[in-house]
């Protein structure tokens, strides 16, 4: 059965809830020194015990609060639902930022997406309906499709932006070699064209960044549905652009995030250097 009229209020307040338990989970039980418990891409794409606590809690959560929904997760999946509302989560984004107990650099990513019948969950064709981010420091982003993206309740909305070589670009990078090997000449072509670049370590961070004005664009190639579900709805909510190359939507093969007035130019620079090659 699909959700004909999603209740917006609602969906945020239980993603805001579900994020801010999952987030004092991580806080108050880091222990001192934590452990990689796994490996995924590479050596250096790390998961630990706490991310798989977070996504525990954050399942429990919105679970209990909508049963019928679907939830994807970074770390355990798709669980299937009957609603056509899917919950896309992160239960620690900027997880090396957290191995190395750096909570401004972290935060767990929460949104519910609303999905074509039989279709899973894709940046493509999904819509974002609420989202919510809250990070190690203890800072909450919330937005709702239509309603508006907040910061610990302030409305956030995007400035004029500067002219392309006074902006402020963040970026981030994937865990394989290949593609950082590509990230790396892509920065080479884009650095002496901006302000500067910035690499925090959370791409959901970097979309709120964006929304508040302290990133002027961002952009990654191959970021996952739950790296960008949540920031995508808040920077839009705030103003910002959010494509891909080439005329695509944003996904997996690049994410570009910005004010309307400067994402184009910042699309061209990266279509000319090549930053969606497959690699
Ligand atoms: C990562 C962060 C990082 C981005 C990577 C992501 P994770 O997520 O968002 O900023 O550059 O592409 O994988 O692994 O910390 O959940």
Not at 22 to 32: T, V
Not at 59 to 73: F, N, Q, S, V, W
Request: with cysteine; hydrophobic share 40%.
């Amino acid at each position: 059965m699909n959700d004909a009229e999603p209740d917006l209020a609602a969906l945020v307040a239980i993603a805001e809830r579900a994020a801010r338990t999952a987030g004092a989970l991580i806080r108050d039980e880091r222990p001192d020194r934590v452990e990689v418990a796994t490996t995924k891409t590479s050596p250096q794409d790390v998961v630990t015990a706490m991310d798989l606590a977070a996504e525990t809690s954050l399942r429990e959560t919105l679970g209990a609060a909508r049963p019928d929904d679907a939830i994807l997760g970074e770390e355990q999946g798709l669980t299937p639902g009957t609603s056509g509302i899917t919950w896309v989560i992160d239960p620690i984004d900027g997880t090396v930022n957290y191995l190395y107990g750096w909570p401004p650099g972290y935060a767990v990513l929460v949104a519910a997406v609303s999905t074509p019948p039989g279709v899973e969950p894709d940046p493509a064709t999904w819509t974002v309906l609420a989202a919510c981010v809250h990070s190690g420091d203890g800072q909450t982003w919330t937005a709702t499709r239509g309603g508006g993206a907040f910061r610990d309740g302030r409305r956030l909305e995007l400035g004029e932006p500067p002219a392309l070589p006074l902006c402020l670009v963040g970026t981030g990078f994937g865990y394989r070699r290949e593609v950082r090997e590509l990230q790396g000449r892509v920065v080479a072509r884009l650095l002496p064209q901006v302000r500067d670049l910035r690499r925090v370590g959370s791409a959901g961070l970097d979309l709120c960044a964006v929304a508040e004005g302290r990133l002027d664009l961002f952009y990654e190639q191959g970021l996952k549905p739950w790296d960008m579900a949540a920031g995508s709805l808040i920077a839009t909510e705030a103003g910002a652009q959010v494509s891909g190359l080439r005329g695509s939507p944003a996904g997996q093969a690049m994410t570009v995030v910005g004010h309307p007035q400067r994402v184009g130019e910042l699309i061209a620079l990266l279509e000319q250097a090549g930053a969606d090659e497959q690699v």
